[in-house]
């Protein structure tokens, strides 16, 4: 009962961003105000997991700001180097960010549609490295060689841009430049690293009546989306774009292109209402998100066994009780929703997206299906059970539901077409609709 009271208080304290068509002047510093009392709410909450977090020092001070690591300085050279190939001149490749770098970061964020204040954050810098490395390695190939011949190395990142929405690029017509040499790729962007540490098990001792190859219980670290993706993408480019409906020979690939597609919609969707919530850090809004994550524990606990309608069912009743309006829900799920992808925090996600199917977002439910599909946030599922999901968001949409994260025709019918038999039989039970306490 305890903890049922505990979870209501910090869904009631947390949940409280304001969707992008309601935000007010006036309302803001009552906004902040609840924001700030769910802060220190969830940091009582998450004080047992302080020791296994990595903590970001602040850079409060011009001491601290001069002396940068070798590692970060190198990173730091990688985004000079490519923001210098694609057309936004920051000068010298040193590694010392300064007025030059924050303004091509600046232009960098205007062209791709992020909020153009020079600040480069984890997902923008993963995408502009990324973007660079397959400009190096395929630039040269179909069709790139001529988006390239015919708008230049920033039309090219558009492009990149373009696919990871959704919008399929073609053989345009026009000049083909010859074949050249594979240029050599950049070294590999650094993966992000998890804010947990995944605690060591116990190794069991060696039974000594049976020699041979000595056994090991290595424990196995969480799955990380955003490592998934970038090998995704990189696969994505080699074959020429993203699969089409009527091209699906590899069912699992073209669902984790359609996975990494709405991944990048979540994110952009997430950044977009962020931007219109007052005086609210990144950090803040994180710690806002662990506490969402942390009330909806027991709701993703065990996932992988639970049908879709039953997880729906008793997450709809919990956040019925909470009291909150459905369009906080929505815009908080949201929020967190790309949060979770932009952090690399699989399990945000997965809560996050949970919850806007409970709230009768069923579109949403396509994100639970990856997750349960990859192992993302959860324990690996079986395709079927994965489909479960993927049917409740088909279903929905073909009712005329409410379309998420870029979800549109094409998208549709890749994915019916990859989950295809897995999905077939299952059928989509009606689930309850949420409703409000009034």
């Not at 000594?208 to 990189?234: K, M, Y």
């Not at 009330?295 to 309608?309: D, F, R, V, Y």
């Not at 079986?382 to 949409?397: C, F, I, V």
């Not at 897995?422 to 409000?436: E, N, Q, S």
């Amino acid at each position: 009962m305890f903890a049922k009271k505990m979870g209501l208080s910090l869904v009631s304290a947390s949940l409280v961003f304001v969707p992008v068509e309601r935000v007010q002047a006036g309302d803001a510093a009552a906004a902040l105000g609840g924001m700030l009392l769910g802060g220190i709410i969830v940091n009582e909450v998450h004080k047992n997991k302080q020791r296994q977090r990595v903590v970001r020092s602040p850079r409060t001070s011009t001491r601290s700001r001069a002396h940068v690591s070798s590692a970060q300085r190198q990173q730091n050279r990688q985004v000079q180097s490519a923001l210098n190939y694609f057309g936004y001149n920051v000068g010298a490749v040193d590694g010392s960010i300064g007025r030059n770098t924050r303004a091509g970061v600046a232009r960098y964020q205007g062209d791709m549609g992020y909020n153009a204040d020079g600040y480069i954050d984890d997902y923008e810098r993963d995408f502009l490295l990324n973007s660079h490395q397959r400009a190096l390695a395929s630039a040269h190939m179909a069709p790139y060689n001529a988006i390239l011949a015919s708008q230049g190395q920033r039309g090219l990142l558009r492009t990149y841009r373009n696919e990871q929405l959704g919008i399929p690029t073609v053989n345009a017509p026009g000049p083909q430049m010859a074949a050249a040499p594979a240029a050599p790729v950049a070294a590999p962007v650094p993966a992000l690293v998890p804010e947990t540490e995944p605690e060591a098990d116990t190794v069991p001792a060696l039974a000594a009546a049976e020699p041979g190859l000595p056994t090991f219980n290595f424990s196995q670290p969480a799955r990380s989306v955003s490592d998934h993706c970038n090998e995704i993408n990189v696969l994505t480019a080699s074959n020429g774009g993203i699969t089409q409906a009527a091209a699906v020979s590899d069912a699992a690939f073209a669902l984790g292109e359609q996975f990494c597609l709405a991944r990048a919609h979540a994110i952009f969707e997430s950044k977009q209402i962020v931007a219109t919530i007052p005086d609210m850090t990144d950090a803040q809004i994180k710690t806002q998100c662990d506490g969402l994550t942390q009330s909806m524990n027991s709701h993703i606990w065990g996932l992988e066994n639970k049908s879709p309608q039953a997880v729906i069912s008793e997450t709809s009743e919990f956040l019925r009780e909470s009291g909150q309006p459905v369009d906080q829900l929505v815009s908080t799920g949201k929020v967190c929703l790309g949060t979770g992808y932009r952090t690399d925090d699989a399990k945000m996600a997965l809560a996050s997206a949970v919850l806007l199917s409970s709230v009768g977002q069923l579109g949403y439910a396509e994100a639970v299906s990856h997750h349960l599909r990859g192992g993302f946030g959860t324990a690996k599922a079986s395709d079927r059970q994965a489909a479960g999901w993927m049917t409740q968001a088909l279903k929905a949409l073909d009712d005329g539901g409410v379309m998420a994260m870029g979800q549109s025709p094409d998208r549709i019918a890749v994915l019916a077409a990859a989950t295809g038999d897995d999905a077939a039989g299952k059928g989509a039970a009606a689930v309850p609709v949420f409703m409000t306490n009034k």
